[in-house]
């Protein structure tokens, strides 16, 4: 049956391409997508290339990434849309990118209504209502297979919004239990924590004992980078993120 996003869609991807040497340039420095077979990569560069259309790439100051570091943002962007509808980034229009990590002044009321002013050095972050703000720098060293990605990272927590403040729990698919998910994550999340406060080797980054919410981008980075090493170290939290990016277990 004819519809009007699908027509869309392909016109998208027949009018603006990616490249074959920039697409080829980003696969070649991003390890992590050797693991995908030859129809995730088809799919994961039609992703890449509707994100790069319907989202603005745009650097901070006078720094500007050129078509190479757009191209390579994008196909780290997509990897959590290889199960998924481009419908889950639907709600924010643009990623905003320093050369290096930057510096963010925050407002906040306590309990009290005293207002509180900070500054905070960061190498990423995401807004309930504007951009994925990403350090280039950090942007370089992701999708190497190592655990590390900050792309997948901020794209989780801008899941985790799509039903409001980041808390570590995202919408959920039909047919998913939210006992099943909270279960999951919050055994996993108290070990964390547990661990870190003993100051003992944790499976994750240490960062995910920060908060649920923390954790929840940890374990997407991990789901993607390690999932060897996230399916050993919490088989139930690997379990649910397979059901939630819609991912066959590996």
Same mark, same amino acid.
């Given at each position: 049956?004819?519809?009007?996003?699908?027509?869309?869609?392909?016109?998208?991807?027949?009018r603006?391409?990616?490249?074959?040497?920039?697409?080829q340039?980003?696969?070649?420095?991003?390890p992590?997508?050797? %693991?995908?077979d030859?129809?995730?990569?088809?799919?994961?560069?039609?992703?890449?290339?509707?994100?790069?259309?319907?989202k603005?790439?745009?650097? %901070?100051?006078d720094?500007?990434? $050129?078509a190479t570091?757009?191209?390579? =943002?994008?196909?780290?962007?997509?990897?959590?849309?290889?199960g998924? $509808?481009?419908?889950? +980034?639907?709600?924010?229009h643009? =990623?905003?990118? #320093?050369?290096?990590?930057?510096v963010?002044?925050? *407002?906040?009321? $306590?309990e009290?209504?005293?207002? !509180? !002013?900070?500054?905070?050095a960061?190498?990423?972050?995401s807004?309930?209502?504007?951009?994925?703000?990403?350090?280039?720098?950090?942007?370089?060293?992701?999708?190497?297979?190592?655990?590390f990605n900050?792309?997948?990272?901020?794209?989780?927590?801008k899941?985790?919004?799509?039903?409001?403040?980041?808390?570590? !729990?995202?919408?959920? !698919?039909?047919?998913?239990?939210?006992a099943d998910?909270?279960? %999951?994550?919050?055994?996993a #999340? *108290?070990?964390? &924590?547990?661990?870190?406060?003993?100051?003992l080797?944790?499976?994750?980054?240490? +960062?995910?004992?920060d908060?649920?919410? *923390?954790?929840?981008? &940890?374990?997407?980075?991990?789901?993607? *980078?390690?999932?060897?090493?996230?399916?050993?170290? +919490?088989?139930?939290?690997?379990?649910?993120?397979?059901?939630?990016?819609?991912?066959?277990?590996?």
């Amino acid at each position: 049956m004819w519809s009007l996003r699908d027509w869309r869609r392909r016109r998208t991807l027949t009018r603006h391409p990616i490249p074959d040497d920039l697409w080829q340039a980003a696969l070649s420095r991003l390890p992590v997508l050797a %693991a995908l077979d030859a129809a995730e990569r088809i799919r994961l560069r039609e992703q890449a290339t509707l994100l790069l259309a319907g989202k603005t790439i745009s650097g %901070a100051g006078d720094f500007e990434p $050129d078509a190479t570091m757009r191209v390579r =943002i994008a196909a780290l962007a997509a990897l959590p849309l290889l199960g998924l $509808d481009l419908d889950w +980034y639907g709600n924010w229009h643009e =990623i905003v990118v #320093y050369p290096d990590t930057f510096v963010q002044e925050h *407002e906040w009321e $306590d309990e009290f209504g005293v207002m !509180h !002013h900070e500054r905070r050095a960061l190498d990423g972050e995401s807004w309930q209502q504007g951009p994925v703000v990403l350090a280039w720098h950090e942007i370089e060293a992701s999708g190497q297979g190592n655990g590390f990605n900050l792309v997948i990272h901020e794209l989780a927590h801008k899941l985790d919004m799509l039903n409001g403040d980041a808390n570590g !729990h995202p919408p959920l !698919h039909r047919g998913m239990r939210h006992a099943d998910w909270n279960a %999951a994550f919050s055994a996993a #999340y *108290e070990d964390m &924590v547990q661990r870190d406060e003993a100051g003992l080797d944790t499976p994750l980054d240490p +960062y995910a004992a920060d908060a649920p919410e *923390e954790f929840f981008a &940890v374990a997407c980075e991990a789901f993607f *980078e390690t999932p060897a090493q996230l399916h050993a170290a +919490y088989p139930a939290v690997y379990e649910q993120l397979c059901r939630f990016f819609r991912r066959a277990p590996a």
